[in-house]
């Protein structure tokens, strides 16, 4: 007759795996190894940690995801992060100042005139 099986609470694994936490993490929440763990889940859902885990990590991105929404309505700064990212939107600079542009020209050109002058040299 073997050890007694380690009980590991289904809720709370739920909500370490949306939560994004390591394999290592739960199973140090759980007082588990990987394998005893692996076997639990074989045991509850039929398949490995690995595909159990990336299913039931889905549930922590749709958290995430619906704070960050909300957070837009209150932060300006969240607000651009998604418009950003999801509506394509970006910062335009725009330039009124020619005159810096004209001294970069400048820099650049002289950089490459010395690159081409130094490349002579060595062949």
């Keep these: 007759m073997g050890r007694p099986q380690k009980e590991i609470d289904q809720t709370q694994f739920e909500k370490l795996c949306g ?3 390591t394999l290592e993490e739960i199973c140090g929440w759980f007082d ?11 045991r509850t859902y039929g398949e490995h940690f690995s595909e159990v885990f990336s299913k039931k990590r889905e549930a922590g991105k749709i958290s ?3 704070s960050q929404w909300r957070l837009a309505e209150k ?3 969240m607000a651009i992060f998604l418009g ?11 330039i009124e100042d020619r005159s810096a542009l004209d001294k970069l020209d400048e820099i650049l050109k002289g950089t490459q005139e ?5 490349q002579r040299k060595a062949e």
């Design 84 to 94: 950003k990212n999801y509506l394509g939107q970006s910062d335009h600079v725009v």
């Design 64 to 66: 995430l995801r619906r």
């Design 114 to 118: 010395n690159a081409i002058e130094l």
């Design 32 to 42: 588990v190894t990987d394998k005893t763990l692996d076997g639990w889940c074989m």
């Design 19 to 21: 939560l994004q936490c």
């Design 75 to 77: 932060s300006a700064a």
